[in-house]
């Protein structure tokens, strides 16, 4: 059942890219996702020096917002920014993907989904203010990112 | 009272500013809030393809994930991302900005409270599916970017 989800979703996952392709050209695809996982990469930042580093005064409303940020991003159908030609530079965007995503969209998908339910708990973590468990939910979330990026982004 | 609450968010929007610019540089701060206005726009422009245009077929999940994404982008505290020394191009980054945005960061925190509202009411609509409603917050969120744009972005 699990394994036909994930077919599933991949499929879904590359019908939205095609519908895409025909909305957003190839360099725009990269642009914009480069921007979603920038952006991202922002409020872990944020979070990591508020309860990690403790760099920063813990704050649970920016660690909300910021918790917030990520998921929707997360959830907001990125797998249309890999549409048909987004596997190398194009035009002014580079980009550190592996062909090898391309050629995988149903572990692509699996891993898309364990990163979001990862984001959707540190936002019910960052609402309950538990410092420990919004920690353990930030490390559970890192790992998700983490995943991906050892198997589909160039270092 | 408004005008109080408008002068304390500014200095909200400050704080979180001075605080920011220890953590991140002024290069990256640019680069971050360019990703999240980026980002923002790909959303905009899948809400106009399904509402406005028609080129995309309407589909509630899609319209309400990419409302939720910019409400959730423009609810994080980007003021944080305007810290000194962001008012020009820096290293590998060049902005748009207007000097003038941060002489005057009361008109700002207001502009940008509007912006949040009308993207909260975006989801608001898009989770009552009304597509005639969805079509009036959209324009009513376009109207709030671009007041914001013609006073401080440079063409």
């Given at each position: 059942m699990k394994k036909f989800l994930m077919a599933a979703l991949a499929t879904t996952v590359m019908t939205?890219?095609?519908?895409a392709s025909a909305q957003v050209s190839p360099e725009d695809q990269i642009k914009f996702r480069k921007a979603g996982?920038?952006?991202m990469s922002w409020n872990m930042g944020k979070i990591k020096a508020q309860v990690i580093d403790g760099s920063v005064e813990y704050n649970q409303q920016q660690i909300l917002a910021a918790a917030n940020a990520i998921a929707a991003i997360g959830s907001s159908g990125m797998g249309a920014l890999y549409g048909p030609g987004t596997d190398r530079d194009v035009g002014s965007q580079t980009t550190r993907v592996k062909p090898e995503l391309f050629e995988n969209f149903p572990d692509v998908a699996q891993l898309s989904g364990d990163f979001v339910e990862a984001a959707n708990n540190l936002v019910a973590q960052a609402e309950s203010g538990d410092q420990a468990a919004i920690r353990t939910a930030f490390g559970r979330l890192g790992e998700t990112c983490k995943s991906c990026h050892d198997k589909y982004r160039k270092d």
């Amino acid at each position: 059942m699990k394994k036909f989800l994930m077919a599933a979703l991949a499929t879904t996952v590359m019908t939205a890219a095609v519908q895409a392709s025909a909305q957003v050209s190839p360099e725009d695809q990269i642009k914009f996702r480069k921007a979603g996982y920038s952006f991202m990469s922002w409020n872990m930042g944020k979070i990591k020096a508020q309860v990690i580093d403790g760099s920063v005064e813990y704050n649970q409303q920016q660690i909300l917002a910021a918790a917030n940020a990520i998921a929707a991003i997360g959830s907001s159908g990125m797998g249309a920014l890999y549409g048909p030609g987004t596997d190398r530079d194009v035009g002014s965007q580079t980009t550190r993907v592996k062909p090898e995503l391309f050629e995988n969209f149903p572990d692509v998908a699996q891993l898309s989904g364990d990163f979001v339910e990862a984001a959707n708990n540190l936002v019910a973590q960052a609402e309950s203010g538990d410092q420990a468990a919004i920690r353990t939910a930030f490390g559970r979330l890192g790992e998700t990112c983490k995943s991906c990026h050892d198997k589909y982004r160039k270092d």
